[in-house]
């Protein structure tokens, strides 16, 4: 029966880390494309026909995407080290 419980925690673990990367990757893109528009005029999606507007609003919270990556970042790596598998006993 521990198996199962193992099985399930390392799921869960595996899906929660991996969903917090994947969110600190797609902030750390947005800020970086928001940073080179904001510097150079240019972006990554600008021959996507995006509205410049959008593009605006993201220059003007590119430092907030960064707070975000470093949230998402801090989650992966506590639930790397800090979930312990005692709170899966019980599945």
């Known amino acids: 029966m521990s198996i199962g419980i193992g099985k399930k925690f390392n799921s869960f ?3 929660f880390v991996s ?3 994947y969110f600190a990757g797609l902030s750390l893109l947005l800020s970086a494309d928001a940073f080179l528009f904001h510097h150079s ?3 990554f ?3 996507l026909d995006f509205p410049t507007q ?3 609003l993201a220059e003007s919270v590119y430092l907030i995407n960064y707070f975000f990556a470093l949230i998402f970042l801090t989650l992966s790596a506590a639930g ?3 979930i312990p598998e ?3 006993k019980n599945l």
Do not use: D, E, N, T
Request: glycine share 10%.
């Open 80 to 82: 790397i080290i800090l």
């Open 86 to 88: 005692r709170y899966f």
């Open 45 to 47: 999606f600008s021959g």
């Open 19 to 21: 969903a917090c990367v």
């Open 41 to 43: 005029g240019h972006s």
């Open 13 to 15: 673990k595996k899906h």
């Open 54 to 56: 959008i593009l605006h």
